[in-house]
Nanobody, 123 residues
Framework: QVQLVESGGGLVQAGGSLRLSCAAS????????MGWFRQAPGKEREFVAG????????YYADSVKGRFTISRHNTKNTVFLQMNSLKPEDTAVYYC????????????????WGQGTQVTVSS
């Protein structure tokens, strides 16, 4: 069992930045590959960023590439999502998730989810 708790969301103006954190507890953090997803009202949950199973490669959705950066601090069991140059279309609830297989962009590949943190970008 893994418990995930996101924090760092909030209201920011377009062009601003936020840093989301995801603290993991329970089973060994390094046993899982991590990812970030988001879900806007009326839309499906979509992949934002994630690590490969080995942890050595990062993946990004085209819509956030060059603006968002995923990172992790293994000894602190924490994953981060640095979000720069935010746009109103980035407004959503952001979730971190943990998986044990190589597939990274499919929400169904993830076994554990946090409760989400709201990000609102005003124009």
């Amino acid at each position: 069992q893994v418990q995930l708790v996101e924090s760092g969301g909030g209201l920011v103006q377009a062009g601003g930045s936020l840093r989301l954190s995801c603290a993991a507890s329970g089973r060994t953090f390094s046993s899982f590959a991590m990812g970030w997803f988001r879900q806007a009202p009326g839309k499906e949950r979509e992949f934002v960023a994630g690590f490969s199973w080995s942890g050595g490669i990062t993946y990004y959705a085209d819509s956030v590439k060059g603006r968002f950066t995923i990172s992790r601090h293994n000894t602190k069991n924490t994953v981060f999502l640095q979000m720069n140059s935010l746009k109103p279309e980035d407004t959503a609830v952001y979730y971190c998730a943990a998986r044990r297989i190589s597939e990274y962009a499919n929400p169904g590949a993830y076994d554990y989810w946090g409760q989400g943190t709201q990000v609102t970008v005003s124009s």
